[in-house]
Nanobody, 124 residues
């Protein structure tokens, strides 16, 4: 079992930056593919960014490419999402997820463990 806890969300003005973290416990996440998803009110949960288990390849949704960066520190059992040039449409509940596998998948049902989410609100 893996427990995931997100932190670092908050309120920021458009154009600003925010970093959210995901701390894992229970098992080391070094063997898991990690992903960040988000869900805005009235919308389906969507893939934001992902990273292979070994910290190699990264993947991003087109809507955040060039603005968001996913990274991981396996020694700290933590995954990060650095968000720059934030837009009001980035407002959502952001979730961290872990998948017991090598590759990153953009479908939320493929992930085995989820955090409770952290709110990110971008004001215009």
């Amino acid at each position: 079992q893996v427990q995931l806890v997100e932190s670092g969300g908050g309120l920021v003005q458009a154009g600003g930056s925010l970093s959210v973290s995901c701390s894992a416990s229970g098992r080391t996440i070094s063997s898991y593919a990690m992903g960040w998803f988000r869900q805005a009110p009235g919308k389906e949960r969507e893939f934001v960014a992902g990273m292979r288990w070994n910290g190699g390849s990264t993947y991003y949704a087109d809507s955040v490419k060039g603005r968001f960066t996913i990274s991981r520190d396996n020694a700290k059992n933590t995954v990060y999402l650095q968000m720059n040039s934030l837009k009001p449409e980035d407002t959502a509940l952001y979730y961290c997820a872990a998948r017991d596998g090598v590759v990153v998948v953009t479908v939320d049902k493929a992930y085995d463990y989820w955090g409770q989410g952290t709110q990110v609100t971008v004001s215009s």
